[in-house]
């Protein structure tokens, strides 16, 4: 069987970190859930300074608002180590469309999915992200696509299927 479309995306240092931070934001709410810890203990902190005067209120506000953010940058460089040993970091992966599934090959890797399979399709100025998972999907370079293959992907998520 033939593909409908065929799109063919590099997988650089650049993409995956955008793809990661696309998914911590967009997707995980990381950072908002993050920021939400940290202004929830800062503010017991600052209740037990107000109400009960001692030094656990203090240590409380300091500690969370700087390990927080100890966390958040230590954090960043871990993520950037971790996508510089990404196996798919310079590879070329190729999705292939078909009428009712689609296709990913990387390497020798050859896998199917069944378009029922994806949870959502993620737009940005400069790719789709096709979500399987919560945090895991493949992304396709929009300059690699033509405006058939763009319409075809926006078709793709679940609120769009077709019944």
Same mark, same amino acid.
């Given at each position: 069987? =033939?593909?409908?479309?065929?799109?063919?995306?590099?997988?650089?240092?650049?993409?995956?970190?955008?793809?990661?931070?696309?998914?911590?934001? $967009?997707? #995980?709410?990381?950072?908002? %859930?993050?920021?939400?810890? /940290?202004?929830? &203990?800062?503010? /017991? +902190?600052?209740?037990?300074? *107000?109400?009960?005067? !001692?030094? /656990?209120?203090?240590?409380?506000?300091? +500690?969370? #608002?700087? !390990?927080?953010?100890?966390? *958040?940058?230590? $954090?960043? +460089?871990?993520?950037?180590?971790?996508?510089?040993?990404?196996?798919? &970091?310079? @590879? *070329?992966?190729?999705?292939?469309?078909?009428?009712?599934?689609?296709?990913?090959?990387?390497?020798?890797?050859?896998? =199917?999915?069944?378009?029922?399979?994806?949870? %959502? #399709?993620?737009?940005?100025?400069? $790719?789709?992200?096709?979500?399987?998972?919560?945090?895991?999907?493949?992304?396709?370079? @929009?300059?690699?696509?033509?405006? =058939?293959?763009?319409?075809?992907? %926006?078709?793709?998520?679940?609120? @769009?299927?077709? %019944?």
């Amino acid at each position: 069987m =033939e593909p409908l479309f065929e799109v063919t995306t590099k997988y650089t240092y650049h993409e995956l970190k955008r793809y990661d931070s696309y998914v911590l934001n $967009n997707i #995980v709410h990381y950072y908002l %859930r993050t920021a939400a810890m /940290i202004v929830m &203990l800062a503010a /017991i +902190g600052v209740a037990l300074i *107000l109400f009960a005067p !001692g030094p /656990i209120g203090v240590m409380l506000l300091v +500690g969370s #608002v700087a !390990g927080g953010l100890l966390g *958040l940058t230590i $954090n960043a +460089g871990q993520r950037s180590k971790l996508l510089m040993k990404n196996p798919l &970091l310079d @590879k *070329l992966t190729t999705a292939r469309f078909f009428e009712d599934h689609f296709t990913v090959d990387r390497d020798k890797n050859h896998t =199917e999915f069944h378009y029922s399979q994806i949870i %959502r #399709v993620c737009e940005t100025d400069s $790719n789709f992200y096709i979500m399987l998972t919560a945090a895991g999907g493949i992304i396709v370079a @929009k300059k690699n696509c033509t405006p =058939e293959v763009m319409e075809h992907i %926006r078709g793709l998520a679940p609120a @769009k299927k077709k %019944r």
